[in-house]
Each structure stands twice: as structure tokens, then as C-alpha cells.
T-cell receptor
Framework: DTAVSQTPKYLVTQMGNDKSIKCEQN?????MYWYKQDSKKFLKIMFSYNNKELIINETVPNRFSPKSPDKAHLNLHINSLELGDSAVYFC?????WGSGEKLFFGSGTQLSVL | DQQVKQNSPSLSVQEGRISILNCDYTNSMFDYFLWYKKYPAEGPTFLISISSIKDKNEDGRFTVFLNKSAKHLSLHIVPSQPGDSAVYFCAAFPGAGSYQLTFGKGTKLSVIP
């Protein structure tokens, strides 16, 4: 019974397309995140939602739009995909926001933009 | 500007020996540190953490040491097992009320049977 699940696991698409990645957590956590792992292997935060409210929006192009329909879900929609968007995207959750609580990660979505 | 640095991209260790993974940080505001372990095609999983008020935290075969004056922490795995082969990420957190968990680039550990 996966704690943080994200779909799809792999996503291959053409430049200019719009795509979505879904994430669900069954841990009852209040806070969810999207992280991006780029080609240099750095894991960087993109967004954080706490109780469906956007808390963090790092310097991310506005082509990326997170949507949190409820506390257990945080989806990521990407418009007009570019080559540089190719990366692995990880969803994560934590018990609380800003408490230093450990993060629970999904298994990642490898996005390849051709 | 890398605030959390893991200067060794890879490390190979014989099974049964000690693995030492190192991490340096530059931001003196960091006061909570975590290690995550990542297998291929999986997300990172939490391994062990340490608060800046401590210099050591132990959990089974895993021990994290923190040297605040040197802004350095290390993860010791004793004895190393083949199942420990993974990428290990060091991460740092400025403390309560902040969201910014900063990760290093990771060190790939290979434990040779």
C-alpha cells in the first residue's frame, strides 16, 4: 500500500504539448510538495501546499501550475513543454509544514521532452 | 551556489567494512540535517537525522556525526551490506518555520560482496 504514489512513472512527449502528473498520499499529511531533480542531480523544491493552500512557489516558470483538489492530492500541470523541462519530478509529503519533519517521497516521474 | 555539498559522487566499499559518506554545508543558519537513501527508479527515503544541538545520532548500523564548527557532517554505515548500495543524499533545514530543505547532489555507494 504505497504511501505517496505518483503517475505516470514515465512520460515522453513532444515540445509544446501540455501534460499533467498526478500525486496522492494516504498518510494523512497536511503538506505536499513537488521537487525537480535536474540533469545535475540536484533535488530542488518547486511548490509546497499546506492544507490545500499554496505556501511555496519557487522560481518556476508559470507554465507549471500545481493543483490541490484536497489535502491528499497535489497534481502538477505543465503547459507548452520545453526541452529543458526534461527531468525527474518527485512528489512528497510531510506531517506538518515548516517543522523539519522528514519528507516521504513518491517514486518519481521521468519526463522526457523531445 | 551549492549550500550543501557532497564532493564524492561515488564510493565503493567491501561488504562488512565501514562506509563513510561526507557532506559539507555553507549556510550557518542550517540547524537540522537529514540523510536520505535512494534506490534506482524509486523516490528518496528518509534514513536518519540530526539536530544541531547534538554531535552524534545513532540508529542501528547508521550513525550521523555533526561538526558544527567545520560545517561538516558524515554518515557512517557499519557493517556495510550489499543492500546498502544506493545514492545517499544529505539535506539541511534552517529550522522551525522554514520550508527550505536543501539537498546535496548525492553520493552513490556501492557495497561489493
Amino acid at each position: 500500500d504505497t504511501a505517496v504514489s505518483q503517475t505516470p512513472k514515465y512520460l515522453v512527449t513532444q515540445m509544446g504539448n501540455d501534460k499533467s502528473i498526478k500525486c496522492e498520499q494516504n498518510l494523512g499529511h497536511d503538506t505536499m510538495y513537488w521537487y525537480k531533480q535536474d540533469s545535475k542531480k540536484f533535488l530542488k523544491i518547486m511548490f509546497s501546499y499546506n492544507n490545500k493552500e499554496l505556501i511555496i512557489n519557487e522560481t518556476v516558470p508559470n507554465r507549471f501550475s500545481p493543483k490541490s483538489p484536497d489535502k491528499a492530492h497535489l497534481n502538477l500541470h505543465i503547459n507548452s513543454l520545453e526541452l529543458g523541462d526534461s527531468a525527474v519530478y518527485f512528489c512528497a509529503s510531510s506531517q506538518e509544514w515548516g517543522s523539519g519533519e522528514k519528507l516521504f517521497f513518491g517514486s518519481g516521474t521521468q519526463l522526457s521532452v523531445l | 551556489d551549492q549550500q550543501v555539498k557532497q564532493n564524492s559522487p561515488s564510493l565503493s566499499v567491501q561488504e562488512g567494512r565501514i562506509s563513510i559518506l561526507n557532506c559539507d554545508y555553507t549556510n550557518s543558519m542550517f540547524d537540522y540535517f537529514l540523510w536520505y537513501k535512494k534506490y534506482p527508479a524509486e523516490g528518496p527515503t528518509f534514513l536518519i537525522s540530526i539536530s544541531s544541538i547534538k554531535d552524534k545520532n545513532e540508529d542501528g548500523r547508521f550513525t550521523v556525526f555533526l561538526n558544527k564548527s567545520a560545517k561538516h557532517l558524515s554518515l557512517h554505515i557499519v557493517p556495510s551490506q550489499p543492500g546498502d548500495s544506493a545514492v545517499y543524499f544529505c539535506a539541511a533545514f534552517p529550522g522551525a518555520g522554514s520550508y527550505q530543505l536543501t539537498f546535496g547532489k548525492g553520493t552513490k555507494l556501492s557495497v561489493i560482496p
